[in-house]
């Protein structure tokens, strides 16, 4: 990717058909990618300058006022979109906002072309009335526009608002204009002009897209025999309070989901699939890309062996969890990365039950809750738990229903900053490894090889060197403890606990 590529994707389309919705998704699809990317919404601009609470007159294009205001809270978004670009180093840039006549989608491509900003137009048609409702309801009632606003009088509102957008509304049609046409919720899709590699990926992600009411389940395998010992990795069976678990999911899922269609998603491995058995719903799918973080060499060792065989690794993965990857194995970004496919398909999909690992899951969560890399290693994904998403244009309702079976608690906080140092240090006066070898060099040379045994080259050659050196072992440490098998914890009844998306950054 270009170091100075910069796309600024502009939203078009009527209040109530999806932009706000299809604009947050883009942009947590993007951030959780690794593509730094940010949402400058219009109307967040609009209520600073004019309030939140201000009737649908205020959107009269024959009300002078009106329509000062609003171009004042346009150029300023504009502004600070630019500077966004250029002080952040920004990838890409969502303008949420109607953008609905010729003559502001012109403006705009002429502002951001002076920049040598690249420019997405995306615009979202509907013409279906129980979307449009639902929209409404769900949609614009929840927005900081009509808090506190009796719903009636709200929705009210709102449709004389749109009213007045439809009497200017002019449907892209520009030739020369780069855009993608939503109609439908993606039921047909026009796209125009489209170039490069980051602007196909965005389109693509957006032909899977869908604005339509679903709910999205996620579930940890029952506990298996390897969580139990404190093992990582592995394809071990599930223990006795596991299969308690997966008897227990059926009535659960029932409870909650009712008669409706639902999908099972699992790995490939021996617990998930398990746990999936007694589920009556005919429709399930094994993914590989689903399977468990590769932990590599470490693949089915405690996480206190890992400190003791390779403590460096182990200060390394602390330091910088997202990042690291397991020798002969994977890290965190590399899972996001095989999960691509998976997000995809579950954007097209109506209700999914995933019945995956930790790992997986919590990139996954993340993806839906907008968390940060730093943050996403050590999302709580509890055993014996099943979470429950529901996507809104302004975050994602989540709910989780904890079953009465007790499981090992796998999960591990985030180290303090003070302890990953002073690890670290341990480790670093411990040389590479426990079991390494320190190679001396010749007098006159500064420094020291160091062999790894874990590297496929042996540096028992130099040009300095005329002979084999002798050989000193670092002795391994002891004293490093882990927290991979803490006591058992009982879930309470089946508690449900609502919260809503608070969007970091945004």
Known sequence: MSSNLRIACVMVGLPARGKTYIAQKVCR?????????????????????????????????????????????????????????????GIVAIYDATNSTK????????????????????????????VILNNIRDVKLSSPDYVDIDPDQAAEDFRARIDHYQEQYETITEEGLTYIKLINVGSQVIINLIKGYLESRIVYYLMNLH?????????????????????????????????????????????????????????????????????????????????????????????????????????????????????????????????????????????????????????????????SHEDLPYIKIPLHTVIELTPKAYGCDEKRFKVDIEAVDTHRPKPTRAASIRRKASTNLASKAPGSLTLPNPAGASGEIVYDPMSPILPLTSPKLTSRPSLTVVPAIKDLKSTASPPTTSSLTSEVVNLQLNDKGQ
């Open 103 to 130: 003559t502001r989608r012109a403006w705009l491509q002429e502002s951001l072309n002076k920049k040598d900003i690249q420019v997405l137009f995306i615009e979202s048609i509907c013409q279906d009335e129980e």
């Open 29 to 89: 699809y993007l951030t959780w990618l690794g593509i730094n990317t940010k949402v400058f919404n219009v109307g967040n601009y609009r209520r600073k300058l004019a309030g939140a609470h201000v009737p649908h007159t205020f959107f009269d294009p024959a009300n002078p006022e009106g329509e000062k205001s609003r171009k004042e809270a346009a150029a300023e978004a504009l502004a600070d979109m630019m500077r966004w670009f250029e002080e952040d180093e």
């Open 211 to 371: 604005i339509a009411p679903r709910k999205i389940y996620m579930s940890r395998h029952g506990e298996s025999v390897f969580n139990v010992e404190g093992k990582i990795g592995g394809d071990s069976p599930l223990s006795p309070r596991g299969e308690m678990y997966a008897s227990r999911l059926p009535d659960l899922i029932r409870q909650n989901l009712g008669d409706q269609n639902l999908t099972i998603w699992t790995s490939t491995m021996k617990r998930t699939i398990q746990t999936a058995s007694l589920l009556p719903h005919p429709t399930k799918k094994q993914w590989k890309a689903l399977e468990e973080l590769d932990a590599g060499v470490c693949d089915g060792m405690t996480y206190e062996e890992i400190a003791e065989k390779y403590p460096e690794d182990y200060a390394n993965r602390d330091e910088d969890k997202f990042n690291y990857r397991y020798r002969g194995g994977e890290s965190y970004r590399d899972v996001v990365l095989r999960l691509e496919p998976v997000i995809m398909e579950l954007e097209r999909h109506q209700n999914i039950l995933i019945i995956g690992h930790q790992a997986i899951l919590r990139c996954i969560y993340a993806y839906f809750m907008n968390y």
